[in-house]
């Protein structure tokens, strides 16, 4: 299949755009991102704009389309592929489009699946379990989460009961399960499963439920068959296309279904080398009329991968320093010279195997290197602040 060289050039809308970066590389078109980071690893596959909010990991609006307004003409157009950073508001999608084809889902459909209490109503109706959700405090906050719509990354997650934004919040009864989701690509049709993932939560900070990263895993063939039943209705009467992320919870044989992301979600990276020509490249192509069924062949006999990745935050301010060697398996690289706060992510490590556990098991090691590293980063910066 030919790569979608109907564009003059991709460019990625993210607050994190390295990964859609060097999936979009592999077809060969140009690649441009405009995120919140200019990650080492970013600017070595495109060329990079750093559009990020002062004090905040979001993009700022203003420099963002600044950015847009400068680009040059070009005949055959561009693809904009985004991200994570619109989930606060949706709405402003509708302002890539000047810029060329937007290949995100619609945003009176993101807007929609990002009101919690229609949503919940939505996968109910699909035939998901979702726990109580409201938009009213609890009589009793006991068991009960408080989260903020279009929150993104877990952080916005805590007991109910607590100081929140208000207008902004929404409840949600505490379950018990294993935190997993599923990586699908989508075609307004049916839904095309790629994996499913085990998440990783950690507390960083004042954050109970950060999200720490994700590892493949199966599941069973019952639990696999109605769930790709239930994502290909979802698909078709929400119009779903690209990559999208489902995120729920596993008691025994029960899902309970925690949100829909309509947006590639980073869990996409973990099945990307598996297609030598990108999943961002599947992603643009889901958004042309026709659909995609050449690309069920592609998932025909494929066999799962065992792959992980960890997300390392930092515990205390640091410094990175020059001459950082970092081992080929770290990404999201952060340049030398940068300032990185308590709580804010550093780097991502990761690793695969012959089998889920020794995945794991590499993972683990990969990250306590990593963290040793980090250690002294911080040690120097607390130094220099006090020198």
């Not at 499963?193 to 439920?209: K, S």
């Not at 489902?246 to 297609?275: C, G, H, K, M, W």
């Not at 659909?291 to 006999?301: C, E, Q, S, V, Y």
């Not at 997300?311 to 999201?332: K, N, Q």
């Amino acid at each position: 299949m030919a790569v979608p060289t109907e564009f003059a050039e991709i460019v990625i809308v993210a607050i994190s755009g390295r990964a859609l970066a060097q999936s979009a590389a592999k077809t060969g078109v140009p690649v441009r991102v405009l995120d919140a980071f200019a990650d080492v690893d970013t600017r070595a596959a495109a060329e990079t704009a750093c559009v990020g909010a002062d004090g905040a990991i979001a993009l700022d609006a203003a420099r963002l389309i600044g950015v847009l307004e400068q680009l040059p003409a070009t005949s055959r157009g561009r693809a904009i592929v985004t991200g994570s950073g619109f989930e606060r508001q949706p709405q402003s999608l509708r302002r890539l489009t000047r810029f060329g084809r937007l290949c995100a889902n619609e945003a009176d459909v993101v807007a929609a699946l990002k009101q919690p209490e229609l949503a919940a109503e939505l996968l109910r109706a699909i035939g998901w379990e979702v726990p109580p959700t409201q938009r009213t405090p609890p009589a009793d906050p006991h068991g009960w989460l408080q989260k903020e719509i279009g929150g993104a990354g877990g952080v916005h997650i805590r007991r109910a009961g607590q100081p929140s934004r208000r207008g902004r919040t929404y409840y949600q009864r505490e379950l018990l399960g294993q935190s997993m989701s599923v990586t699908f690509l989508a075609d307004a049709e049916r839904a095309y499963i790629l994996g499913f993932n085990l998440q990783h939560v950690r507390a960083v900070g004042m954050a109970p439920w950060c999200y720490a990263g994700a590892s493949t895993c199966s599941v069973p063939p019952p639990l696999a068959a109605k769930m790709q039943e239930r994502l290909d209705r979802l698909v078709r009467v929400a119009g779903l296309r690209g990559l999208n992320g489902l995120d729920f919870l596993l008691d025994d044989d029960t899902v309970s279904v925690l949100e829909i992301n309509p947006r590639p979600t980073a869990t996409f990276e973990l099945y990307d080398q598996d297609f030598p020509e990108g999943l961002v490249h599947w992603h643009i192509r889901s958004f042309a009329p026709a659909p995609l069924a050449d690309f069920a062949g592609r998932l025909r006999g494929r066999r799962p991968p065992h792959r992980a990745y960890a997300i390392v935050y930092a515990a205390r301010r640091l410094r990175v320093p020059d001459g950082v060697a970092f081992p080929d398996w770290c990404r999201d690289l952060p340049s030398a010279g940068s300032l990185i706060g308590p709580g804010a992510p550093v780097l991502s490590v990761y690793s695969s195997g012959e089998s889920a556990a020794l995945a794991q098991q590499q993972l683990r090691r990969r990250e306590q290197q990593v963290r040793s590293l980090v250690a002294r980063w911080m040690v120097e910066s607390r130094d220099a602040c006090t020198a």
